[in-house]
């Protein structure tokens, strides 16, 4: 597994790949690495710890985590 504790392109892809995998995502284009700021990193790594440890999200979870990655995407 990557160590994880350091804010890399590298680990904020692995992160991102890992939010999308966890929850079946369709539109994965919504996540792409290069539409977030490694000032996110940190955030985004302890949204990635939370989801690995679900088994299944409900229609609010998926809503809430859709959302809260939303926000922490650059603004263009």
């Given at each position: ?20 995998g966890k929850l079946n995502m ?35 979870e998926m809503t809430a985590i ?11």
């Amino acid at each position: 597994m990557a160590d994880l504790k350091e804010a890399t392109q590298e680990n904020l892809r692995f992160v991102l790949e890992g939010i999308k995998g966890k929850l079946n995502m369709v539109n994965a284009s919504v996540m792409r690495p290069e539409d977030f700021d490694l000032s996110s990193y940190e955030d985004l790594l302890y949204l990635y710890n939370m989801v690995q440890k679900k088994q299944s999200f409900s229609i609010n979870e998926m809503t809430a985590i859709v959302e809260e990655l939303g926000s922490m995407r650059k603004q263009s």
